[in-house]
């Protein structure tokens, strides 16, 4: 079986509100294909990322830059699947 990690808080597999290359509706699709074909995840939206200043709208395609916005669900994700 296949892991995803991906952004619909409760579902993993995602991203940010303000993706400038991807959205959101894109990105599950993407997931929900991956779920189909007998992968295993969750898919979480984790919102707007900043930019500088805090004001701005942030690129959330760079989402992984902004730790503190996901690392608690991939923590809670990750002992979920440990041994597989």
Do not use: C, Q
Request: proline share 4%; net charge positive; no cysteine.
């Amino acid at each position: 079986m296949r892991n995803g990690v991906g952004a619909d808080h409760g579902a993993r597999g995602g991203g940010a509100e303000s993706d400038m290359l991807n959205s959101l509706p894109y990105m599950r699709k993407i997931f929900d294909v991956f779920h189909a074909s007998g992968g295993v995840g969750e898919f979480l939206a984790f919102g707007k990322v900043l930019g500088v200043p805090r004001t701005a709208t942030g690129n959330g395609h760079a989402l992984f830059e902004h730790l503190g916005m996901w690392k608690a669900a991939v923590a809670a994700y990750l002992p979920r699947i440990d041994g597989g």
